[in-house]
Nanobody, 124 residues
Framework: QVQLVESGGGLVQAGGSLKLSCAVS????????MAWFRQAPGKEREFVAA????????EYTYSVKGRFTISRDNAKNTVYLQMNSLKPEDTAVYYC?????????????????WGPGTQVTVSS
């Protein structure tokens, strides 16, 4: 059974940075596409970023392009989300997701495994 655990969330001022990590166990990490999603209070879950098996392909939602970077370390079974120039509207619970397809998909239905989430709060 694949298990995901996120870490690195917290409270930061607008303009600041945070780096989220997602440690994966119980699966072949090199054969998992990885993604980050987020859900703000009262809103639906939305796609943030994704990376393919090798990390060679990445996808971002428009609102985070140029500010967030997704990366993966296949030797450490870990995926990261570097978040810079944070804005109050980035406040949400951030979820890590893993799926068996090789592509960096923006669709939540592509992913089979999800972490419990980590809270990111950006103050103005």
């Amino acid at each position: 059974q694949v298990q995901l655990v996120e870490s690195g969330g917290g409270l930061v001022q607008a303009g600041g940075s945070l780096k989220l990590s997602c440690a994966v166990s119980g699966g072949n990490f090199g054969r998992l596409a990885m993604a980050w999603f987020r859900q703000a209070p009262g809103k639906e879950r939305e796609f943030v970023a994704a990376t393919s098996w090798s990390g060679g392909r990445t996808e971002y939602t428009y609102s985070v392009k140029g500010r967030f970077t997704i990366s993966r370390d296949n030797a450490k079974n870990t995926v990261y989300l570097q978040m810079n120039s944070l804005k109050p509207e980035d406040t949400a619970v951030y979820y890590c997701a893993a799926g068996g397809l090789p592509l960096a998909s923006k669709s939540g239905s592509t992913y089979d495994y999800w972490g419990p989430g980590t809270q990111v709060t950006v103050s103005s």
